[in-house]
Protein backbone atom coordinates (compact mmCIF):
# COMPACT_ATOMS: atom_id res chain seq x y z
CA UNK A 1 0.00 0.00 0.00
CA UNK A 2 0.93 3.61 -0.92
CA UNK A 3 0.77 4.13 2.51
CA UNK A 4 3.72 2.84 3.97
CA UNK A 5 5.83 4.86 2.01
CA UNK A 6 4.16 7.47 4.10
CA UNK A 7 5.41 5.57 7.49
CA UNK A 8 9.39 5.02 6.08
CA UNK A 9 9.89 8.29 4.68
CA UNK A 10 7.32 10.74 7.26
CA UNK A 11 10.65 13.23 7.36
CA UNK A 12 11.07 13.35 3.87
CA UNK A 13 7.45 14.19 3.16
CA UNK A 14 6.99 16.40 5.99
CA UNK A 15 10.78 18.47 4.71
CA UNK A 16 8.75 18.90 1.12
CA UNK A 17 6.82 21.75 2.66
CA UNK A 18 9.27 23.77 3.88
CA UNK A 19 11.72 23.26 0.27
CA UNK A 20 8.77 24.34 -1.78
CA UNK A 21 7.48 27.00 0.19
CA UNK A 22 5.99 29.24 -2.39
CA UNK A 23 3.60 26.02 -3.75
CA UNK A 24 2.57 25.18 -0.48
CA UNK A 25 1.69 28.47 0.65
CA UNK A 26 0.04 28.55 -2.30
CA UNK A 27 -1.85 25.75 -2.20
CA UNK A 28 -2.92 26.96 1.17
CA UNK A 29 -4.27 30.14 -0.09
CA UNK A 30 -6.35 28.49 -2.43
CA UNK A 31 -8.14 26.56 -0.13
CA UNK A 32 -8.45 29.08 2.36
CA UNK A 33 -10.90 30.81 0.21
CA UNK A 34 -13.38 28.17 -0.31
CA UNK A 35 -12.65 26.34 2.67
CA UNK A 36 -15.88 27.32 5.05
CA UNK A 37 -14.41 28.95 8.26
CA UNK A 38 -13.83 25.65 10.53
CA UNK A 39 -14.93 25.14 13.97
CA UNK A 40 -14.57 22.50 16.28
CA UNK A 41 -16.27 19.80 14.20
CA UNK A 42 -14.50 20.35 11.34
CA UNK A 43 -12.32 17.49 10.17
CA UNK A 44 -9.31 17.02 7.75
CA UNK A 45 -8.98 13.81 6.27
CA UNK A 46 -5.33 12.30 5.14
CA UNK A 47 -4.44 15.22 7.87
CA UNK A 48 -0.84 13.89 7.14
CA UNK A 49 1.52 15.98 9.40
CA UNK A 50 -0.35 19.16 9.79
CA UNK A 51 0.71 20.91 7.46
CA UNK A 52 -3.17 22.27 5.98
CA UNK A 53 -5.19 21.67 9.10
CA UNK A 54 -3.00 23.79 11.68
CA UNK A 55 -3.04 26.85 9.69
CA UNK A 56 -6.68 26.32 8.79
CA UNK A 57 -7.29 25.70 12.57
CA UNK A 58 -9.01 22.68 11.65
CA UNK A 59 -9.04 20.93 14.96
CA UNK A 60 -9.51 17.24 14.07
CA UNK A 61 -7.57 14.64 11.64
CA UNK A 62 -8.18 10.99 10.22
CA UNK A 63 -4.69 9.81 9.01
CA UNK A 64 -3.54 6.22 8.61
CA UNK A 65 -0.04 6.55 8.97
CA UNK A 66 1.53 6.92 12.67
CA UNK A 67 4.60 8.62 11.97
CA UNK A 68 2.81 11.41 10.52
CA UNK A 69 -0.44 11.57 12.92
CA UNK A 70 2.15 12.43 15.52
CA UNK A 71 3.75 14.86 13.61
CA UNK A 72 0.10 16.49 13.39
CA UNK A 73 -0.43 16.20 16.97
CA UNK A 74 2.43 17.82 18.22
CA UNK A 75 1.16 20.28 15.52
CA UNK A 76 -1.83 20.64 17.88
CA UNK A 77 -4.30 18.74 15.56
CA UNK A 78 -6.49 15.78 17.39
CA UNK A 79 -5.50 12.71 15.77
CA UNK A 80 -7.58 9.75 14.69
CA UNK A 81 -5.33 6.66 13.38
CA UNK A 82 -8.22 5.91 10.49
CA UNK A 83 -8.90 5.40 6.59
CA UNK A 84 -10.77 7.40 4.63
CA UNK A 85 -12.83 4.22 3.30
CA UNK A 86 -13.65 3.27 7.08
CA UNK A 87 -13.94 6.65 9.26
CA UNK A 88 -14.41 6.02 12.43
CA UNK A 89 -16.73 8.88 12.96
CA UNK A 90 -20.84 8.93 13.62
CA UNK A 91 -23.47 9.67 11.29
CA UNK A 92 -23.96 13.43 10.62
CA UNK A 93 -21.14 14.86 12.88
CA UNK A 94 -19.08 16.90 11.20
CA UNK A 95 -19.61 20.23 9.84
CA UNK A 96 -17.24 20.94 7.53
CA UNK A 97 -14.33 18.07 5.78
CA UNK A 98 -11.15 19.38 3.91
CA UNK A 99 -9.04 16.25 1.77
CA UNK A 100 -5.81 17.62 0.03
CA UNK A 101 -3.84 15.33 -2.43
CA UNK A 102 -5.54 12.12 -0.85
CA UNK A 103 -7.89 11.05 -3.79
CA UNK A 104 -4.61 10.22 -5.77
CA UNK A 105 -3.18 7.85 -3.33
CA UNK A 106 -7.13 5.65 -2.50
CA UNK A 107 -7.87 2.57 -4.12
CA UNK A 108 -11.05 4.04 -5.07
CA UNK A 109 -12.54 7.76 -3.79
CA UNK A 110 -16.18 6.32 -4.43
CA UNK A 111 -15.70 4.80 -0.69
CA UNK A 112 -14.00 7.31 0.52
CA UNK A 113 -16.80 10.08 -0.67
CA UNK A 114 -19.47 7.98 0.60
CA UNK A 115 -18.67 7.80 4.29
CA UNK A 116 -17.57 11.42 3.98
CA UNK A 117 -21.27 12.63 2.66
CA UNK A 118 -21.77 10.20 6.00
CA UNK A 119 -20.41 12.19 8.25
CA UNK A 120 -21.16 15.37 7.60
CA UNK A 121 -24.51 17.21 8.81
CA UNK A 122 -26.98 18.02 6.13
CA UNK A 123 -25.31 21.28 4.06
CA UNK A 124 -22.24 19.84 5.35
CA UNK A 125 -19.22 21.38 2.98
CA UNK A 126 -16.57 18.89 1.24
CA UNK A 127 -13.40 21.07 -0.16
CA UNK A 128 -10.95 18.95 -1.93
CA UNK A 129 -7.82 20.09 -3.28
CA UNK A 130 -6.08 17.29 -6.00
CA UNK A 131 -3.84 17.39 -8.53
CA UNK A 132 -5.07 16.77 -11.80
CA UNK A 133 -4.43 14.08 -14.01
CA UNK A 134 -2.18 15.43 -16.97
CA UNK A 135 -1.69 18.76 -15.79
CA UNK A 136 1.08 20.90 -14.44
CA UNK A 137 1.90 19.86 -11.17
CA UNK A 138 1.36 15.91 -11.99
CA UNK A 139 4.05 16.17 -15.16
CA UNK A 140 5.95 18.27 -12.75
CA UNK A 141 5.96 15.90 -9.85
CA UNK A 142 6.99 12.71 -12.07
CA UNK A 143 10.13 14.31 -12.83
CA UNK A 144 10.97 15.47 -9.34
CA UNK A 145 13.38 12.70 -7.22
CA UNK A 146 11.82 13.77 -3.78
CA UNK A 147 8.36 13.86 -4.79
CA UNK A 148 8.56 10.55 -6.81
CA UNK A 149 8.65 8.80 -4.04
CA UNK A 150 4.99 9.81 -2.99
CA UNK A 151 3.14 10.06 -6.73
CA UNK A 152 5.20 7.08 -8.29
CA UNK A 153 1.87 4.97 -7.77
CA UNK A 154 -0.40 7.70 -7.10
CA UNK A 155 -3.51 7.80 -9.60
CA UNK A 156 -4.87 11.11 -11.07
CA UNK A 157 -7.86 12.51 -11.90
CA UNK A 158 -9.58 14.96 -14.39
CA UNK A 159 -11.58 17.62 -12.57
CA UNK A 160 -14.57 16.85 -14.63
CA UNK A 161 -14.04 12.60 -13.37
CA UNK A 162 -13.69 14.40 -9.60
CA UNK A 163 -17.39 16.75 -10.44
CA UNK A 164 -19.00 13.18 -11.77
CA UNK A 165 -17.59 11.23 -8.75
CA UNK A 166 -19.08 13.92 -6.59
CA UNK A 167 -22.15 14.24 -8.30
CA UNK A 168 -22.68 10.41 -7.65
CA UNK A 169 -22.02 10.17 -3.78
CA UNK A 170 -24.56 12.83 -3.14
CA UNK A 171 -22.75 15.76 -3.48
CA UNK A 172 -23.36 19.56 -5.23
CA UNK A 173 -20.43 21.44 -6.65
CA UNK A 174 -20.45 24.70 -4.70
CA UNK A 175 -17.19 26.59 -6.16
CA UNK A 176 -13.87 25.28 -8.66
CA UNK A 177 -10.83 26.80 -8.32
CA UNK A 178 -8.53 24.52 -11.16
CA UNK A 179 -5.53 26.46 -12.17
CA UNK A 180 -1.91 25.33 -12.90
CA UNK A 181 -2.84 21.16 -12.28
CA UNK A 182 -4.09 22.03 -9.26
CA UNK A 183 -7.63 22.01 -8.33
CA UNK A 184 -9.82 23.29 -5.48
CA UNK A 185 -13.35 22.16 -5.64
CA UNK A 186 -16.10 23.11 -2.52
CA UNK A 187 -19.25 20.63 -2.81
CA UNK A 188 -22.06 20.65 -0.18
CA UNK A 189 -24.39 17.34 0.83
CA UNK A 190 -27.48 17.91 -0.71
CA UNK A 191 -29.72 14.84 -0.17
CA UNK B 1 -7.47 12.57 22.90
CA UNK B 2 -9.89 14.68 24.70
CA UNK B 3 -12.66 12.17 26.68
CA UNK B 4 -14.93 13.83 24.83
CA UNK B 5 -14.22 12.84 20.80
CA UNK B 6 -16.38 9.84 22.66
CA UNK B 7 -19.24 11.45 21.65
CA UNK B 8 -18.86 11.24 17.88
CA UNK B 9 -16.35 8.10 17.55
CA UNK B 10 -17.91 4.77 16.45
CA UNK B 11 -16.38 1.36 15.04
CA UNK B 12 -14.92 1.89 11.54
CA UNK B 13 -16.28 -1.60 10.99
CA UNK B 14 -20.46 -2.08 12.06
CA UNK B 15 -20.44 2.56 13.08
CA UNK B 16 -21.71 0.98 16.55
CA UNK B 17 -20.57 2.22 20.01
CA UNK B 18 -17.18 2.30 21.62
CA UNK B 19 -16.68 1.62 25.01
CA UNK B 20 -13.49 3.74 26.44
CA UNK B 21 -11.24 2.14 29.05
CA UNK B 22 -8.34 4.19 30.25
CA UNK B 23 -5.14 2.92 31.38
CA UNK B 24 -3.35 6.18 31.76
CA UNK B 25 -4.78 9.92 31.40
CA UNK B 26 -3.80 13.44 31.74
CA UNK B 27 -6.61 15.38 32.70
CA UNK B 28 -9.45 15.52 30.11
CA UNK B 29 -6.33 13.93 27.64
CA UNK B 30 -6.39 10.05 27.54
CA UNK B 31 -3.31 8.84 26.85
CA UNK B 32 -3.16 5.36 27.13
CA UNK B 33 -6.21 3.15 26.80
CA UNK B 34 -8.43 0.65 24.81
CA UNK B 35 -11.93 1.46 22.47
CA UNK B 36 -13.73 -1.92 22.42
CA UNK B 37 -16.36 -2.79 19.90
CA UNK B 38 -18.77 -5.40 21.74
CA UNK B 39 -20.33 -5.93 18.35
CA UNK B 40 -17.55 -6.79 16.67
CA UNK B 41 -15.56 -8.23 19.60
CA UNK B 42 -12.51 -5.94 18.83
CA UNK B 43 -10.56 -4.04 20.69
CA UNK B 44 -9.09 -0.16 19.41
CA UNK B 45 -5.98 0.60 20.98
CA UNK B 46 -5.45 4.53 22.37
CA UNK B 47 -1.52 4.95 22.21
CA UNK B 48 0.47 8.13 23.24
CA UNK B 49 -3.33 10.16 22.84
CA UNK B 50 -3.77 8.28 19.31
CA UNK B 51 -6.51 6.20 19.28
CA UNK B 52 -5.70 3.84 16.43
CA UNK B 53 -9.14 3.32 14.57
CA UNK B 54 -7.71 1.68 11.24
CA UNK B 55 -10.26 -1.05 10.69
CA UNK B 56 -9.95 -4.57 11.71
CA UNK B 57 -12.07 -7.85 12.30
CA UNK B 58 -11.71 -10.45 15.38
CA UNK B 59 -9.87 -12.70 13.37
CA UNK B 60 -7.02 -10.33 12.75
CA UNK B 61 -6.17 -10.08 16.32
Known amino acids: MSEDIFEQFSGDYDCWFEEHRAEYRAELARIRRLFPRPDSRALEVGVGSGRFAAPLGVPLGLEPSRALGRMARRRGIEVIRGRAESIPIRDGSCSSVLMVTVICFLD ?3 PAFEEIHRILVPGGTLVLGFIEREGEVARKYLHEKGKHRFLSRAR ?36 | MRKNLMEILCCPVCKGELELTVTEESGEEVLEGTLRCAACSVDYPISEGIPNLLPKTACED
Open chain 1, 156 to 191: FYSSGEVRELLGRTGFSVMAIDSRAGFSVIAARKDR
Open chain 1, 108 to 110: DPV
